[in-house]
């Protein structure tokens, strides 16, 4: 079985996938992790992240691995754990540009099916119900408020020491949602069989809880 959560940044995406995951005994696979390393690596090399030919040229000779251990997801690139340094505020604007790219999707989304056929998976993303596995048993798709899901990723940068605004925050998350609904290849969008959820006044508890619920009826 495979589940498909997609929404934009901040929806609680990969927090209530986690949960899912643990209480359903499912594979978890962070797929924004995967553009993100994609991204680190162009900047690391100085790379124009809508620079398509020479982004091509240098994803050809980089090895992205996802990897499972200790229970949880790590990223590898080029044999190198970045599964914190992928997390910095810069690599989150250049991974939704390079993301845009069709050469950067393809590879990922190879891997992403490569990697969900094995076993009960549940992915998260944007065109995970559109595009990566259109056949998916379940499909979610999140959202919020800009302002609340800028509160939550200012709460959790902050938490990490980073030197940042709400302000600032909710700025580049409507940015960042703009470039990702508005790509050409892939977009974010809703499917349409996904069941919407909008977690806005919602605890994770009651997000889990009542996606559990819909995961465990599909079953029977
Ligand atoms: O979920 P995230 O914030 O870690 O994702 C980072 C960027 O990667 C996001 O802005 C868009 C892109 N992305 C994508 O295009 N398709 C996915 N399935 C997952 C992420």
Redesign the pocket.
């Known amino acids: 079985m495979n589940i498909a959560i997609d929404g934009p940044?901040g929806a609680g995406?990969s927090t209530i996938a986690k949960r899912l995951a643990g209480a359903l005994g499912f594979l978890y696979l962070?797929?924004?992790?995967m553009?993100?390393a994609v991204a680190l690596k162009m900047l690391n090399c100085g790379i124009d992240v809508t620079d398509e030919k020479r982004v091509k040229a240098e994803l050809d000779r980089t090895v992205i691995d996802v990897r499972y251990e200790n229970g949880g997801q790590k990223v590898y690139l080029d044999g190198v754990d970045v599964s914190e340094n992928i997390r910095e505020h810069r690599v989150?604007k250049a991974?939704?540009d390079v993301?845009a790219l069709p050469c950067v999707r393809v590879k990922m989304v190879e891997l992403q099916r490569e990697i969900a056929c094995k076993r009960d998976t549940i992915l998260d993303?944007?065109?995970?119900g559109t595009f990566?596995l259109p056949n998916a048993e379940v499909k979610f798709f999140l959202t919020a408020t800009s302002d609340e899901r800028a509160k939550r990723r200012y709460a959790e940068l902050v938490l990490k020491g980073a030197n940042c605004t709400l302000e600032g925050i909710k700025k580049d998350i409507e940015q960042?949602d703009y470039n990702?609904s508005h790509r050409e290849f892939a977009p974010l969008k809703k499917a349409s069989d996904a069941i919407e959820v909008d977690t806005t006044d919602m605890s994770i508890e009651e997000v889990t809880g009542y996606m559990l619920d819909i995961v465990n009826g599909k079953k029977q």
Do not use: C, L, N, P
Not at 30 to 33: S, Y
Not at 125 to 128: E, L, P, Q, S, V
């Open positions: 940044a995406k962070d797929t924004g992790a553009y993100r989150s991974a939704s993301s993303g944007r065109d995970i990566v960042r990702d």
